[in-house]
Each structure stands twice: as structure tokens, then as C-alpha cells.
């Protein structure tokens, strides 16, 4: 260390030692500025300015050592090889390249120390050969202790020099190029003390050699390149904050037009976040930007979320309230630097709408009662469970008698009223009650867990609804309808439990309605039946198993045919002749009636046509038939096709026909009218139509019910109705249709009052369309 300090206090100008020391630092910041704008471009140019930054780093160390030189006075003449000049400054390049591309990026310590130590080596040849390049007239030495001790103290240095920068702990970083200077002055003042010059003027400089006033030029031109660098390192330096200036706050004026939050960050560290974020959190924008990223979202760390895919967690606001979010992260560059950002989006309005949604779809929003979808579920849950019959509940299903009525004549609003009292009536039931659903329209579900308590819960509703409920200061009369099924013992599952109670319910309407009906399995084959019966019959019609039966009808006086209505037969594969009456209602129901009564129609007026042109033919129409607002086109069709007159045909229709929709049915039968057909009104008195329709349609008949007919003469009653209808019809101008009558004492009764006509199996059963033609054109006559 002596040796080093005299050495560096007399021999040294100490002018040029600073001037190396300024060549060093320049250099160095030259070098490291070229890299790091290397490190911001791609492709060739990157190769281009990182071979720059190894070379001015060569040259650095190159002219930091010959300035070095320089400034070591031997006290006699001096040179120096322009060859060894120029070798030293390649192996430094090369080996300061070297040692550089190994050690950079590498985190292994290793690695990098063993770059340190090549560096070192590099520094140390760069050194010895620039010594051997410095020629003086005189005889050279070396202290061999002094230059091995120089050597072995400075190389761990220069390992440990580049081990620090990749250090994980980055207060370490700083102390490499200190260090690393240290190591170099050592390696040069310690080569330079262990110098031993003695003057010999034998000994001759080489004329090819420079002179030190030569080389100082030159070392000059390097210094100046290095300076040149280093104010291009210096713009590119700031050309590049410049412009991750301009990246951040473009980022943050892009981040504040997002609707979503997003925190900028910088490892954890929150860097910037953007108004909707501030919103978000509650805190205020500057609150947030130097917190921890953890800190308002508890659950995540940074390096837990998946580039580019939603997370749902929790965020933590400024008043400790808990907020659902999702996350994503995205990693953006900010200049050559990465940030991270996250956007966090709150859900819980979403969650709310959600929640709001489901609760929609499985409440009824009328009641407030579970819908047919919830209560389904729990009627699933229930079955699941009911494996035992001390596990069985009861199902019951309910109908509202007479909804509809309220519902037409005072309106929907009274009708929805009217439900939700219904509602909080059953709820009112209590606790055996263990679910009650609106399944749709005037229908509820209950679910009774005590399937024992099943009657007595039914008929408790039974009597709450039949009360009569005041509404808007109307009193409002209803009563319902309730069919009970067991689980497990009447169905197992929900399907076959839901249709028998259907079922028994469906017998509860039968019986008149305000009864409760228990499940019994007879019900089950009656549907069953009805069923088979079902697909029969739709079947029938294009299998041409329905026959037309005609039965006459006679001037009760003379006994005179005048006409027959036709009745339909279905002659059944097995079961025979089936009655309309077994089979019409359902045709109505599956929407069968009108392709068949547009087959009776058309085969009856084919078949009237063969009879005497006086005989008229009578049609029944079903109500469902009058619903439709074609029939009289369809008629008129028929009649066109079949060349039928509308003069012999009567068409029948009953009461239920007239209660539907009025303006629909009084332009079909004013339609008929003006045809030319006539229009009976069937088994009158048996219907609730009052006296006004007759009046106000436009009939030509009225057909007395066979009830009637069947209680004359014995009976006052319905000798005085009969009375009063035939004396009606003539002050109305229509002709009166006596049916169903069987003696010869109805029929004497009958002409006694003055009826037009009877029908009846006093003059014949309904008989095949062949014999009727036989009894139409054999005599002109049925009785005398
Ligand atoms: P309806 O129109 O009142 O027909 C008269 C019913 O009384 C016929 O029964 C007939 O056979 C029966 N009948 C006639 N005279 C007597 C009698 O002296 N004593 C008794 N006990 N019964 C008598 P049917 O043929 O079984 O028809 C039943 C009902 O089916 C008909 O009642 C009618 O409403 C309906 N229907 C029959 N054919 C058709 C049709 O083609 N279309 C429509 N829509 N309904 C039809
Ligand atoms: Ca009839
Ligand atoms: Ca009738």
C-alpha cells in the first residue's frame, strides 16, 4: 500500500490522473446509456448499439489505462508499440464483450462472479500488455510480489462487482461500480508501484515507436468519441423519459374514461388508479397511489392473478365494507418499463340482478307465492325423501270455482286482488302448510307434511274461500276445488303424484265443486280410458267409422213425414256402437268437432237429396262449431258442393251455444239466416237462456226437451211449461218441435196443445241412412 502511494504521489502527473478519472466516468456513463437504449430496440439496430456500448466500454478502460500511463513520469525518454497499442484495445473489446454478454441477464451468482473474474483477467491483460506497449530508455523490473498481490486482491473484487447488479436485494445494487473502480485502481496503481524503471542509455526506443506527444492525440480523439457517446446516451436517456412520461399520462387519461376501475401498478405497489376505482374503494385517488395493491384487495396478490382472466374476489372499501368484484390484469409497457395493470369491476349490482332474476323465476309476482317451477323443485326434494309412509305428505291441488265469472264481469284488476286474498288466506292455514304455489291462473299448490292432516287442511280451505270476500267495497263469492293426493302411497315420484291429484281434483270439479277429493285409483283407469278412447277417436274419422242414423219427424195430426234430424253413430272395432253423447264432448275438447260435423253436414245432404223434395233434413251444430266465425262460409261451401237447397236444411243449435261470445254468434246465425236455412233452437228449457234470446236470434223452431215431454200429461209443472213455450213460439212466429215422445198419449196431448211436430220412437228410433230412404218414398204416411 506504501509502495502504491508513493508511487502515486512522485511519479504521477496528477492532472492527467484526474483526466483519466473524468475519461473513466464519462466512458462509463456512455456505455451504460448506449446499452440501455439498445435494450429498448429490436432486431439489427439492437446488435448495432450494443457492439457501440461494448466497444466505448473497451475503448474506457482502454483510455482510462494509456491516460493512465500518460501520467506516469519515469523521469527519461518513453514510447510506445503502436501494434501492442492496438492489440490491447481489441482483447479489451473482445474480452469486456464477453464478459458482459455472460453475465447479463443471468441470475445464477455463479455465473456472474466467474464474468467478474473474466473481466478482471481482461482488465488485468489490457494492463500488462499497455506496460508492455510503454517503452522507456531504461532497464524494466517488476516487483512479482507486488503485481501477484495486486492481481489476486482486485479479481474477487471484479466477481464481486458483477455478482451485485443481479442481486435480488436491490439496496445491494449501487456498491458494483464503486467496487468495481476500487478493483481496477488497484489492479493499475499496484502494477504501476510494482514498476522498477533503471536508466540505461544503451538501450534505444524503436524509431517505429510513438512518442508520448504522438499518442496523446490520439487518446484525445478517443476521449472525445466517448464524450460524443455519451451526449447521445444522455438524449436517448431523455428522449426515453420523455416519452414514458407521455405513456403514463396517456394511460391515465385512457384509465379515466374507463368505466371500469383500474389500479397502474408497479410490483405490488399501486402506482395510479383511475376515477371509477376511486369510486369503487371510497378512497380518493391520491389515498390510493403508494398503497399496496393487497390493501384493498385482501384476497389476491398480484402475482396470483392470471394474465387475461377474470378473477372474482373481494374488495375492501374505505368504510371496511366488503365489495364482489372481478379482476383482470393486464401487463402494459410504459416506455421500455412493465406495468401491470388491474381492472376491477364491481358486481354486486350485477349479483343484485341476478338474485332479483332467480327470485322472478321462482316466485309468482302476483302473490308472492313460489311459482310452478320452485315448487316443483320442492315437490322433488319432498318425493325424494317420502320413501316411507311415515315420511308421507299430501299434495294438495286446488281450482277456484267461479274465477272465471269475477274475472269477466269485474274485471282483472278485481281478479288479481281477488287471488292475492285468496293467497294470504291458504298462508293463513298455518303449519302443517309446508309449501303453497300459484301454479298459474286460478290454480294453487299446497304441500301438507302430515299426510294424516291432509282432509282436515283441505276442507279448512275449502271453508276459509268459501267465505265471501269484500273487495273495493265489493262482495266477491268463490269457493274451490281441491284434489289430494298421498306420497308415497298415490305416486312416488312428482309426475305421477301432480296427475293424480290433478285427477282427483278434476272428480272434485265433477261433483259440483267446494269438495275435496282424495286420489283412489279408479279415477286413474276412468283417465286411462278416457285416454285410449281419445286416440281412438281420432283416428275414427279417417278410418270411416262414423255413420250418419236419421230419425223422422211427423205432423203430429196427420202423421205426415216432414223431415229427420241426423245423428251420428261411431261403430267402434271393439267396442261397437258407441252413443254421441259418450263421444261428442270429447271430440269437442281434442278439436275434433268441426272436421266431424262438417262430415255429418255434408253426408246428410247428400242423403237428403235422394228423399222427396218436400222432406227437410235437421243438423246439429255443437257450441264449440258456433265459436268459429267461418261456419256460415262453411255451410254455404257445403251446400254448393253437395247441390243441397238451403230451403230443406235445418240446422240445430243448443242454450250453451248462445252464452258464448253474442256479436260472434248473431252474425253467424244472421249469416245462415239469409241463406234460406232454418235455425232450431234444441232441447229447450233445460239451458239457463232466458226468453230475451229467442227474441233476439233469429230462430225458426224450438225444440221441447224430451225431460218435459216425458212428464205429460201427468205432470202440472211440465204440462204448464209446455204450455207456455208452445203459446210463446206462435206469439214469436216459430214452429215447435216436440221430442222424445214414446206413447200415444204424449202424442195426443201433444196435438191437443197444438205443437207442429213430433220426433220421437213413437214414430221410429233413429234408423240407417238406407231405411229412412225406404220409409220416405214407400209411404207418405208413418202413422195415420
Ligand atoms: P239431441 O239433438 O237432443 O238428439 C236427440 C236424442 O234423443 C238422440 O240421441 C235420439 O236418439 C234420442 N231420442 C229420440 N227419440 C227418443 C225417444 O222417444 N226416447 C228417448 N229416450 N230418446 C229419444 P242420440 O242420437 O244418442 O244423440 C244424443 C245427442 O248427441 C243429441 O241430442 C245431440 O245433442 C248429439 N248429437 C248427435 N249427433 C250429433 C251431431 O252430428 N253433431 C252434434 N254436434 N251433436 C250430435
Ligand atoms: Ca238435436
Ligand atoms: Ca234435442
Known sequence: ???????????????????????CMIGVYASFAIAKHAGRLEGRAKTLWLAIAISAAGCTAWSTHMIGLLAFNPGMPSGFDPALMVLSLILTIVGIGLALSYAIGSRNRMHRFGAGLLLGTTITVLHYLGQSAYMVTGVVSWNIELVALSILASLPLFGLAMVLPGERRRALRPF???????????????????????FDPRIEIPVANLSPELVAPVLALVSAALVALAFMGLRFALNARAQIIRDQVRLKQLADLAVEGLAICEDQIIDSVNDSLAQITGFSKDELSGRLLQSILPNLTIDAIAEKEEQDTVLLSSGGDIVPVRVLRKTVQVGSRDRIV???????????????????????????????????????????????????????LLD????????????????????????????????????IARL??????????????????????????????????????????????????????????????????????????????????????????????????????????????????????SGRFQGAEALVRWRHPTR???????????????GLIAPLGEWVLRTACLEAKTWPSHITVAVNLSAVQMRDSGLAR????????????ASRLELEITESALLQDEAVTYNILHALRSMGIRISMDDFGTGYSSLSYLSRFPFSKIKIDQSFVRQVPGDNDAVAIVQAITSLAARLRMTVTVEGVETDEQRAFIVAEGCDQIQGYLISRPVEGETIRAMFHTTAKAVA
Open 1 to 23: 500500500m506504501q509502495a502504491i502511494y508513493t508511487c502515486l504521489k512522485e511519479t504521477h502527473d496528477h492532472y492527467l490522473l484526474l483526466l483519466a478519472g473524468a475519461v
Open 176 to 198: 458494483a461500480a464503486p467496487l468495481l473502480v476500487v478493483a481496477i485502481a488497484l489492479l493499475h496503481f499496484g502494477g504501476m508501484a510494482a514498476l522498477q524503471i533503471e
Open 342 to 396: 388491474i381492472a376491477v369491476r364491481d358486481q354486486s349490482e350485477r349479483l343484485q340482478t341476478e338474485a332479483k332474476i332467480r327470485a322472478l323465476a321462482f316466485s309468482d309476482p302476483l302473490t308472492g307465492l313460489s311459482n310452478r317451477a320452485s315448487f316443483g323443485e320442492v315437490l322433488a326434494v319432498k318425493c325424494s325423501r317420502a320413501t316411507t309412509a311415515d315420511k308421507a305428505f299430501a299434495l294438495l
Open 400 to 435: 277456484l270455482d267461479r274465477f272465471k265469472a269475477v274475472n269477466d264481469t269485474l274485471g282483472h284488476s278485481m281478479g288479481d286482488k281477488l287471488l292475492k286474498r285468496v293467497a294470504a288466506r291458504i298462508i293463513a292455514c298455518g303449519e302443517p302448510i309446508e309449501a
Open 440 to 557: 298459474g291462473g286460478d290454480e294453487f299448490g299446497v304441500i301438507v307434511t302430515n299426510a294424516d292432516l291432509a282432509d282436515d287442511i283441505a276442507n279448512k280451505i275449502i271453508d276459509l274461500l268459501s267465505r265471501p270476500f269484500l273487495i273495493d267495497g265489493s262482495i266477491v263469492d268463490i269457493a274451490t276445488s281441491v284434489g289430494i293426493a298421498i306420497a308415497p302411497e298415490d305416486g312416488a315420484d312428482p309426475e305421477t303424484i301432480s296427475r293424480h291429484a290433478d285427477l282427483a281434483l278434476y272428480a272434485a270439479k265433477g261433483h259440483g265443486g267446494s269438495v275435496a277429493c282424495r286420489f283412489e285409483r279408479e279415477m286413474s283407469n276412468r283417465a286411462n280410458a278416457r285416454r285410449a278412447l281419445e286416440l281412438d277417436l281420432r283416428r275414427a274419422l279417417t278410418r270411416e267409422e262414423f255413420e250418419v242414423f236419421y230419425q223422422p219427424q211427423v205432423d203430429p195430426k
Open 576 to 590: 261397437g256402437l258407441v252413443s254421441p253423447a259418450d263421444f261428442i264432448p270429447l271430440a269437442e275438447e281434442i
Open 634 to 645: 262453411t255451410v254455404a261451401g257445403i251446400l254448393a258442393e253437395t247441390d243441397f237447397p
